[in-house]
């Protein structure tokens, strides 16, 4: 999905009402999100995956995101179009963290536990879904913040089909590979998100300038 600015102005304006109904709905998925990276953290740490705990930091990157996106609502555009440019700086977080990950896997190459790499996969592709579904109907308002908080969650729903079926490859092959290969993907997505909000919210920042 492409995040390019919206065309006259480059932010759609929201009355209070809208407003007040995007906070209560960003502080949900906040909450959700802070709820699951605890729960992914923990497995990844029990059963040694490199993409759960890449996935679990991107929980909480998105939890970030929509917090700050609850408290920007009220500030003027320019405000939210930097605030936007911050954020691009936070969809780097799961990345880096993949990398330290990684290097650790690289001294204990023991393939995870596949049944709680499938299993955990599956609640966080539940939690992810439902953050999309809530966050859909205002992915057009409040500019690339908004934007950026949609744009994760539908990342990180497939980022989540990706690791079930790593669980059901880890399964058969017993390899430490299929869990690395999907860390890998969920920190090029972050990468790529972090690109299209940053320019989303570069050009929103032109805009009102």
């Known amino acids: 999905m492409s995040l390019g600015a ?6 759609q304006v929201t009355d209070a009402g809208g407003n007040a109904n995007l906070r209560r709905i960003v502080v949900i998925v906040a909450l959700l999100n802070l709820a699951y990276f605890g729960v992914e953290f ?28 609850g408290l920007a609502l009220g500030w003027s555009a320019t405000a939210r179009a930097r605030v936007g440019m911050g954020l691009a700086g936070i969809l780097l977080v799961p990345a880096l963290g993949f990398l330290w990950a990684l290097w650790g896997k690289w001294g204990h190459p023991v393939p995870p536990e596949a049944f709680s790499l499938s299993l955990t996969g599956f609640g966080a592709l539940a939690v992810n879904v439902t953050c999309a579904f809530l966050l859909a109907g205002f992915r057009h308002h409040g500019g690339s913040l908004t ?7 539908r990342n990180d729903a497939l980022a989540n089909v990706a690791i079930i079926v790593a669980g059901f490859v880890t399964a058969y092959s017993l390899s430490i590979w ?21 320019e989303a919210a570069h050009e929103e920042h032109r805009a009102e300038s």
């Open 6 to 11: 919206e065309r006259g102005g480059g932010i």
């Open 42 to 69: 923990a497995v990844a740490r029990a059963i040694g995956s490199v993409s759960l705990f890449a996935d679990s930091v991107d929980f909480l990157e998105d939890a970030s995101v929509n917090l700050l996106i």
């Open 147 to 153: 934007k950026a908080a949609f744009l994760s969650a």
């Open 178 to 198: 299929p869990d690395i290969i999907v860390g890998l993907g969920i920190a090029a997505m972050n990468l790529d998100a972090a690109r299209e909000v940053w």
